[in-house]
């Protein structure tokens, strides 16, 4: 496995990157990048950082413990792929955001309301209005038209609809089938698993949604205390793909072989997993799914799959 000095070389290379390309973008002397790649320097945490940051890699592959990243092409053409996201809005969605972006939130929560008091299905306001407003807030920051104080307004704001509609939700009967959701690492981008627990709900599933920042043996104890079948894991930053795996193999590790308990299916998704189609596999999940909508139909075909072939 490389070392620092080398998969930084290798990462710089791979973009084909001049040192003094990277350099400038660091802020720091071309020498130093030459420094770090002949193993005569090492940098300190904020240059780490930052550097895993830049090739939008975890901390892990940057130092050579890991192997799993997405690939630079990827990352480009998802974000080619994003800047036309603003094209495709819904109306519904992009008035959403308008009124948030102005500050209007209570016009933007009285017009969802109003929507499903008329009818309009909660999983239908997810799905074209919050979500896609929601991906939409993401590109914008990331193209830096907004920001972060902006970002986090409109994310808080839509938590908070959420909890207003969550009370409007049609559930459709109850299945016999729990489900442990959980965001991987660090990541603290959760509203996106909380729409996959709602909806996953409203389809009858028993769900225990924990959230950011549960350790990866609480996570073992809600799946054998729930008799969970599914544990699905969001991660929208690419620096937590090696939480993501971490927590996979601990499943394998508590369940696989151990007493008559079968292991439950591993579902991933989030923008990390958007930005490159193989990376649910590099991992050791059982599946992906893009989107929330996706991530019901996704857990329906793993459950009736599994059940046919007796596990």
Not at 273 to 279: K, R
């Amino acid at each position: 496995m490389p070392n620092f000095a080398a998969r930084l070389k290798q990462l710089r290379t791979t973009r084909n990157l001049r040192q003094v390309d990277l350099a400038n973008a660091m802020g720091v002397a071309q020498t130093t990048i030459a420094n770090y790649e002949q193993h005569n320097r090492f940098p300190d945490e904020q240059t780490l950082l930052k550097l895993a940051e830049y090739f939008a890699v975890s901390l892990d592959y940057l130092l050579g413990r890991s192997e799993v990243t997405i690939r630079s092409d990827d990352i480009l053409r998802f974000r080619a792929d994003e800047a036309a996201q603003a094209q495709t809005l819904t109306p519904a969605a992009r008035e959403y955001l308008t009124q948030l972006l102005a500050g209007s939130k209570r016009e933007a929560f009285d017009r969802i309301l109003n929507q499903v008091r008329t009818g309009v299905p909660v999983g239908e306001i997810y799905r074209t209005v919050l979500e896609p407003s929601l991906r939409e807030v993401g590109r914008l920051w990331e193209a830096n038209e907004i920001s972060i104080g902006k970002e986090h307004y409109i994310s808080r704001a839509t938590e908070s609809l959420m909890g207003q509609l969550y009370g409007q939700i049609r559930f459709n009967g109850r299945r016999n089938a729990a489900v442990v959701l959980v965001t991987a690492g660090a990541e603290q981008h959760d509203l996106g698993l909380r729409m996959v627990s709602d909806l996953l709900e409203a389809d009858g599933y028993r769900c225990v949604f924990l959230g950011p920042g549960t350790p990866a043996a609480e996570v073992m104890s809600a799946l054998r205390d729930n008799g969970a079948e599914v544990l699905a894991i969001s991660a929208t930053l690419p620096a937590n793909m090696d939480s993501v795996q971490t927590m996979v193999r601990s499943v394998h590790a508590e369940f696989d072989g151990n007493g008559p308990d079968r292991p439950p299916h591993v579902v991933v998704g989030g923008r990390a997993f958007n930005l490159d189609p193989t990376l649910w596999q590099r991992v050791g999940a059982d599946s992906y799914a893009e989107h929330a909508d996706a991530a019901v139909t996704t857990v329906n075909e793993l459950l009736a799959a599994g059940r046919r072939g007796g596990l």
